[in-house]
Every structure is written in structure tokens, then in C-alpha cells.
């Protein structure tokens, strides 16, 4: 190493001049002058001269094109950096991320990850030779900017960061480059990146707002990091793919908070602690944390706090699946600037966040102003703090991370006592497409199924050929039974002392995947015997479509998945004619509930039935004769509005819901609203539209022209709305909005849940009247999705309740909650004639992040109920 760092110094001193001392974590490339010449003679540009100002620059940020172009011109001209299109994004934005090393780490990156593969999987090696691969090897150390759009320093901090080590001859950037393999994803959401940072700039100089006002991501905006078990974004499934080749030992994810939080937080992190997380991970996350508050400090950095906050490792959704994986979570918390790159300053005039000197918080800030440069240059130490320490510390972090957060995976019955030793997925459920759904998520994670050959026995259970088994002694054994427990919230273990309050976490209380997606999933404890086989490839369950029927039959298609949307929408796009039964019937040797889809034969109702059986693994019956029951004929080409409200997370999931199931919709525009009628079938109001996003809206005088579709549509608007619905129209509305509806219809409901109730995002029993066509194939009874919602009393009027709370006690299925009893006997969902037209709310967001899709049916049997007639089948 000596002899290389000596060749340096003197090539450096024959080009450039003598470098003279540099502190550690600071950004060493300014004292070489504006731009350095590269070993193989290619000159690598300064940031300022590339750009024309610093990074932190008050006022300028580098738009993400440009960073693009930059980082590719270092990629080309430095043997230390590797720029790579990992993906293209959900907007078909470039999805880019760097490899920084030395030339012999990237030359031999693919050995690397080979070897952290190895480490990653322990069944069939010792520790000796996990210790040799973790010698051999490099750890590979993931940071991470701007997965919130918003919290633009950390990507102007990547700059300099990326520029230092490609550029830098030092001993600091060598013993990181020689020991350590950097994975730089430059912007977790490069849609809104180019959204934020180009909206910005754009609008200098001018009178709009400089902030974005909607989504900066098409669908779920801020929301993009609680996507970690579901996988819905392209996004995420980008980052994860990422995670699960290249297995970084830690992850530097840069945040920022308001403007009024602490400075800088770093870990250690605050309660609850759930059983998902493995123990290492957690100790060298809060390693990471202390590492960089030390760093801070010696920089003189004031305002660095830790702990008390961030409560995060309860949930898969918040932890992340790379915590899974063996990678220590560090993050960063950074105060945010006003207006994203101008100085924020309090307006008391007294010192930024609290005065208060404790062990979290060893130097409180002492200025009353904050700006985008010492964004930049908080970052930047923490930074290089965080790199330093896994550099410094390869082999440890190897071994531990990767090989024994993975053996204790493998070994989690006798780890962690009480653990099931497997989850059994009986065969022959109610919703074939929402097992589907569930396995292709494990899947995608990695997690190994196994399926029954024949009948077996299991805790004293008996279960039959072609149930699916996930055994928990696996790698990833803490994520299965993370998402498939049901969740019981440690209520003495979340409270900084005996009489203490109770400690929420920061996001939800269950992530029970199997309740959310309407899947019975049943743990045996003990070990058990069985047939079972690996299965290679998850896919729909195989099903077989009956011969035609003939002139005066039907094809039948029951109503309990939750896939019945990809049925109805797929025969709305064929222009194929479609019943539902309002009654059970019996037909094709089997009882038909009320809600089952009748569709007369064709060639093109056959093709289409054809494909969608085949994707979802639902079956299509057959009959050729249709008995005569009561029931519906849906509207050919129902036409679907969403209100969805700008920068409105619930609204951007609804459009992700819709676009997924292929509903036939649009979002509502301010421009609409003179003809409501001519345009749309069904309105649905997502959770979060209040009166005001309606009548208010943007404000055309702060927003550019692109945003005029949500500007308010005042009182006359509001009235338009209303008289859409009594003139026809069917509304639909969720969560909030429910409240929204019984203000703008009158609605006969009034909200009669206690302040009591406490359920900050849980899972609480429910009972459904699957003969009201809102709840057609709902079962009499499965959890729905509370979050501090409305649950009603109906005061009168002629209404249909689909759901209510039971009168039974405690209410609670997964998660936490408290005074629930009150909730007993209140309607979730009701639906009302109003005029000539029909309104449904539901008083819980039953499409909470798409996570609820057991409840799903009730949204779509609202959108196509509402608009279809009354018909008769087998007539």
C-alpha cells in the first residue's frame, strides 16, 4: 500500500503541486485546484467548473440531467468509477448507479459478488471458510440520496462525494477505494428528481411556488419508502434487485426532515423493536450512527442528535427488506432549507431546534439561520464517516452481516425461540389469485417455497396435496414470519419506563401480508414431515375452461377474488356484455354467490375469459342453462373519474390501483365540472379529497399552467358535484372522504367513532352482508384496514350497510389498538340512493397503499354497480 500512496503523492506533486494536509472527512479535492488529471491523462472537471456554481450553492441546485452527464463524463475518464443504467423508472427516466473503487476491486467485482453471494447463503460452509471468503472479499457499502424528491442536498452532496474519490489521492480515499466497494445510487426517484430540481429552476424568477406541488412520483409520491414488502414500484423492485446482487453490508440512506428538526439525526434509533430484525444489523446500524455523530462533532457541526426518534424497526414496510438481508440500516436526517435551496432562519430570532444539552443531543445548534451549503457539508461527514468505518472494518462487517445474520436465518427456530417452524398456505382457498399475489411477493424476496406432493399432517392439522410450505429456517426466515405473523404490539417493552407512555412506531402496526390480501395462512410450531418439492417458478394455479355453452347459457365467473376487477375490466375493454347475479343460484354442479359475473357466450367472450383465467388462476364455469334470478347488467364502457387531489398520496395509489387493474378512468380536471354527466359514469373520491381540495384547490397564480387541472372549482363546482350524483351519477368515496360525501350528499351517517379508539394503522375484525352488492364476494367476515378512521351510525334513509364492526369486544386482528369495543356494531360501508343516483362510502381507507387488496372488491363492485340496470339472467 505504501509504496503505491509514495507514487501518488509524487505524480500529484509533478502535476498539481504538494498536498498539504487534509482533514479526514473533508472534501480534500479543493485544495487540488479546479479540475484533476486522471491516471490514464483525462482531465475529471471540479463540480463548480462543471456545473458554473458549488454544490450547496444558495439558490442553485444541478438539475439531474446534467448530474447525469456528469457522473457518465467521470465514468469514462476514471478507472475508480463505473456509471451503469441499472433500470429505466416509472416515468422511462434513466435509473442510474455508480460503482466506486479501486481499478482492481471493479476488475474483479464480479469475484466479489460471487464470494458475498457465497457468505450471504451459509447452509454448506464453516466458519473458517466464511472467514476466508470474508478475507478475500471487499464489503460493498450502499449510499443513497433523494428517494424523497424534496430533500435535495443529499444528491448535491453525492456530487462532491463521487467527484472526491474519483479524483482524490489520499490516504483516506485509498484505504476506502482499496477496501471497500461504494454502491452510489445517486437519487432512489429519478422521476422526481427531474420534477423537483427542474420545477425549480424553471420557475426562478417568476411568481409561481418553488416547490412542486404534486407527487413527485407518479403514483405514490412521498410514500416511495413504504414500498419494502409489497414491491408495487418499479422503483423498488430497481433498489431491490441492487440489494439482493451486490449484498451491501450497510446502507447510508440520506433523508432530510423540516426545517425545525435537529440539524443532523443519526442512530441509535427509538422503540418498539420487533422480532424481524436481526440483532447485528441493528448493533452496527447504531455503530454507523455513533461513528458519523462523532465525526460531526470533531468538524465542529453542531446540532447532531440521535436517538428518541425514528421508531422504525417494527415493520417490513419502514425497516426495509435489505435489513433482511444482513444490511445495517444507517439513515440520516438532515434539516431542509426554505424552499429547498434558500436560508431558512426562525422567526424569533433564537437558535435553530432545542437548547437542551443531553447525551442525545451533546452540542445544540447556536444559529438562527440554516442554509443549503451546510446541508451539503453535513451530509458529506456523515458520509465519510459512514464509508470509513465498513472500510476500515471489511472482514468484521463481511462475516457478520452477511454470513451470520444469514446462519441465524437458517438456524431462527433455536435463535429465536417461538418462532413457527414453518407457515402452510392450505390449497383449495377462496381467492386462488390472492395466493398467487402473496407467493410471487416471497417470490420476488427471495424466500424459498416448498409444495406438498400429497396429504400431510402438521400440528395436529391435516392439510392437502398441493398446500404451499414456507419454512422460516431459511436465509430470509425472519422476513417470512415478519409478514405472516400476526403482530402483537410489545406494549411493556415500548415505553422508556414502567409508567411511561406508550411508544407508537413511525409507521404502521402490522404488515400481516396473508390478512392484508385475503390469504388463510396457519403456522405450525414444530417440525413436521412432508412430501414436498421446490417450487422453481411461481404461477397461476392451472385451470381448464369449459366448452362453449350454447345459445342459452352463460359463462360464470364466482365472485370471491379480489382478481374479479382484472374479469370486469377486461370485459368492459372487449365491449363484451356482463351480467352479475343479485342472487345464489346453483348451476355447473355448484352453488353461485350473489355478485357472480354471467356473461353470454362469444368468440369474443370465450378469448377474453381465456386470458384472464389463465393470468389470475381463477376458474370460469360453464352452463347451458342460466337459471332466472335477479341481478344487473353493467354499463358498456363505464366511465370512471378520479378525484384525486394534488400532492395527495392516497389519491396517487388509487391511480396505481386503477392503472393495474386496467379500469377505465381518468383524473378528474377542474375543467370537468361544467359537464360531470357527459364525461363519467362513477366518481370516486380517494382518501384525503376534502371540501377544500375541491373548491380551492391550487392556486393558478402560484402554479404554472400544467397544474390548472386541480385548481378549486369554488362553491358552483362543489354544487355541480353534488347535483352529478342526484342526477344520476354514482360517487364513491374512501376513508376521509367518506366524510367529504355525507357533507356534499347529506348523507344520513354521522361519524360516532370515540376519540378513545386508538388504532394507528392495524388490522380490526369486520363483518360483511355479502348479498349487498358492495360486499359481493366478500367473506362474512375478514379484517379491514383502521387508521384513526370514521366508523358511522346510520341516522336514517333508505341504506344498504355492507360492512360493520362486531359486538363482541375487542376488535383487534394484527397489529395495535385500544378501545375498539366502542367501534361495536357501527357501519365501515353503506350505500344510499340519493335522487336518481347512488353514493358508497367506506369510513376506513380500505385501499390503504393497495396493501388492503381483500377489500378491494368493494371498491370495484361501487364502480360498476352504481351505473349498471336492473336485468334478469337466463331470459
Known sequence: MLPRRIARVL????????????????????????????????????????????????????????????????????????????????????????????????????????????????????????????????????IEGTLHSTEVGNTQALVDIVHRFATEDSDYTDDVLDNAVLMVI???????????????????????????????????????????????QRETRTRVRLEQTYRPVAGHYMHQAGATSPRIWTPPYDEPLGTGVDPITLASATEQGAHAAKALTADGKKGVQTDDAYGIFWNADVMGYSTFLGTSLFLTEIAAARDLAYPYTSADGKPLGSQNRSQRLLQPYDQNTWTLEQIVAYAKTAAYAGIENVAKNGETWLFNNLYQVARNGVNLTDVLPGTPYAYVVPAGQRDPFAVLEMLRLFEFGRVEIEQARTAFTAGGKSYPAGSYVLRTRQPLGRWI?????????????????????????????????????????????????????????????????????????????????????????????????????????????????????????????????????????????????????????????????????????????????????????????????????????????????????????????????????????????????????????????????????RDLLDLPIENAAPSSVNAPGALLRATYRPDVPAAWGMPKSWPVWFNRDAAYRVTGGDAEIASTYPEDGDLLASGYAAGTAALGGLANVASFKVGKGHATVAGSEITFRSWPRATWPIVINSIYHGPSTAATTGR
Open 186 to 232: 445517486p437519487s432512489g426517484n429519478p422521476d422526481g428528481q427531474h420534477l423537483v430540481v427542474d420545477h425549480f429552476n424553471k420557475t426562478a424568477g417568476t411568481a409561481y411556488n418553488r416547490v412542486y406541488p404534486d407527487l413527485y412520483h407518479r403514483y405514490i409520491g412521498h410514500d416511495n419508502n413504504r414500498d419494502w414488502f409489497m414491491f408495487t
Open 481 to 741: 414470519d415478519q409478514l405472516l405473523k400476526v403482530d402483537k404490539y410489545p406494549e411493556q417493552a415500548a415505553r422508556k419506563c414502567a409508567d411511561c407512555p406508550l411508544i407508537m412506531p413511525y409507521s404502521e402496526t402490522t404488515d400481516n401480508v396473508g390478512l392484508l390480501l385475503g390469504v388463510d395462512v396457519e403456522p405450525v410450531e414444530k417440525a413436521f414431515t412432508a412430501q414436498l418439492q421446490r417450487v422453481p417458478k411461481v404461477v397461476p394455479q392451472p385451470v381448464r375452461m369449459p366448452n362453449a355453452p350454447g345459445a342459452r347459457g352463460a359463462y360464470l365467473v364466482a365472485p370471491d377474488s379480489y382478481g374479479v376487477a382484472h374479469v370486469l375490466s377486461r370485459l368492459q375493454k372487449a365491449n363484451v356484455p356482463t351480467l352479475r347475479a343479485a342472487e345464489s343460484f346453483e348451476a355447473a354442479g355448484r352453488t353461485f354467490a350473489p355478485g357472480t359475473v354471467v356473461v353470454p357466450p362469444s368468440s369474443a367472450a370465450r378469448q377474453t375469459l381465456q386470458e384472464v383465467s389463465a393470468s389470475t388462476g381463477l376458474q370460469v364455469y360453464g352452463t347451458d342453462t342460466v337459471p332466472v334470478v335477479d341481478g344487473f347488467r353493467l354499463k358498456a364502457g363505464t366511465r370512471v373519474g378520479l378525484i384525486r387531489g394534488a400532492n395527495n398520496m392516497p389519491g396517487g395509489w388509487m391511480t396505481w390501483m386503477l392503472d393495474q387493474y386496467g379500469i377505465n378512468y381518468k383524473v378528474v380536471s377542474a375543467d370537468d365540472y361544467g359537464d360531470l354527466a357527459g364525461k363519467y359514469d362513477t366518481i370516486v373520491l380517494s382518501d384525503g379529497v376534502s371540501k377544500n381540495t375541491i373548491v380551492t384547490g391550487l392556486d393558478p397564480a402560484k402554479n404554472p399552467p400544467e397544474f390548472a387541472w386541480a385548481r378549486g372549482v369554488g362553491e358552483e363546482g362543489w354544487s355541480k358535484l353534488g347535483d352529478f350524483v342526484s342526477g344520476g351519477g354514482n360517487l364513491v368515496a374512501i376513508g376521509s372522504a367518506s366524510q367529504t360525501a
Open 11 to 142: 505524480a500529484a506533486v509533478s502535476t498539481i503541486g504538494v498536498l498539504v494536509g487534509v482533514p479526514l472527512h473533508a472534501d480534500a479535492s479543493r485544495a487540488v485546484g479546479s479540475a484533476v488529471r486522471t491516471a490514464q491523462g483525462k482531465t475529471i472537471p471540479a463540480p463548480k467548473d462543471y456545473f458554473g456554481f458549488a454544490m450547496g450553492t444558495t439558490g442553485r441546485l444541478a438539475g439531474f440531467d446534467k448530474i447525469k452527464q456528469y457522473f457518465r463524463l467521470i465514468g469514462d475518464r476514471s478507472d475508480r468509477v463505473t456509471y451503469q443504467v441499472a433500470d429505466k423508472t416509472t416515468l422511462g427516466n434513466d435509473y442510474p448507479v455508480l460503482f466506486v473503487s479501486s481499478p482492481g476491486n471493479l476488475r474483479n467485482l464480479d469475484q466479489i459478488v460471487r464470494d458475498n453471494q457465497r457468505l450471504a447463503d451459509p447452509r454448506g460452509i464453516s466458519d473458517q471458510e466464511a472467514r476466508r471468503l470474508a478475507h478475500r472479499s471487499k464489503p460493498v457499502y450502499l
